[in-house]
């Protein structure tokens, strides 16, 4: 499987996780899990995606951008996520400031897969492609 294939499979679980979060209610079991397992989940993808993604795509000057780009829209995703864990679940803008969030990760992954994968794609070699997606499934099962 090739680096695009792996970070797809990852986004998907990461956009379902989003739905499940604003889709749940005050202070409840149910909400801090999901929100706990999707801050996992963004916490660990981040750190491996800039490792075997957006390292090798800085080196290039095709890319350059882009990574940094999305290295920046990770940061914000945190500032969310930090946001998030100091708000009262209960409190209603809880689900405003979730709301964001699922709307700054809709953004950054839609950016990611339609611009930033195509770009990469032309930049990396297929044996890079297979060589990064094996570094990053290794890392991600390591660290979860």
Same mark, same amino acid.
């Given at each position: 499987?090739?680096?695009?294939?792996?970070?797809? +499979?990852?986004?998907?679980?990461?956009?379902?996780?989003?739905?499940?979060?604003?889709? #749940?209610?005050?202070?409840?079991?149910? !909400?801090?899990?999901?929100?706990?397992? &999707?801050?996992?989940?963004?916490?660990?993808?981040? $750190? *491996?995606?800039?490792?075997?993604?957006?390292?090798?795509?800085? $080196?290039?000057? +095709?890319?350059?951008?882009?990574?940094?780009?999305?290295? *920046?829209?990770?940061?914000?995703?945190?500032?969310?996520?930090?946001?998030?864990?100091? #708000?009262?679940?209960?409190?209603?803008?809880?689900?405003?400031?979730? %709301?964001?969030? +699922?709307? !700054?990760?809709?953004?950054?992954?839609?950016?990611?897969?339609?611009?930033?994968?195509?770009?990469?794609?032309?930049?990396?070699? *297929?044996?890079? +492609?297979?060589? &990064?997606?094996? %570094?990053?499934? #290794?890392?991600?099962?390591?660290?979860?």
């Amino acid at each position: 499987m090739d680096i695009f294939k792996t970070l797809r +499979k990852d986004h998907d679980k990461q956009r379902d996780l989003l739905d499940k979060l604003v889709n #749940t209610s005050g202070d409840t079991k149910r !909400r801090k899990e999901t929100f706990e397992s &999707l801050k996992r989940e963004l916490e660990v993808h981040a $750190d *491996a995606e800039e490792r075997y993604f957006y390292k090798p795509l800085i $080196d290039s000057d +095709k890319t350059q951008d882009k990574a940094r780009h999305g290295i *920046a829209e990770h940061h914000e995703i945190d500032e969310l996520l930090e946001e998030l864990e100091q #708000t009262e679940f209960s409190s209603p803008a809880w689900l405003k400031i979730a %709301k964001d969030l +699922k709307e !700054r990760v809709e953004h950054h992954l839609d950016e990611e897969e339609h611009q930033v994968f195509q770009m990469a794609g032309k930049v990396l070699s *297929a044996s890079q +492609k297979e060589s &990064l997606s094996k %570094k990053y499934q #290794t890392y991600m099962e390591n660290r979860k």
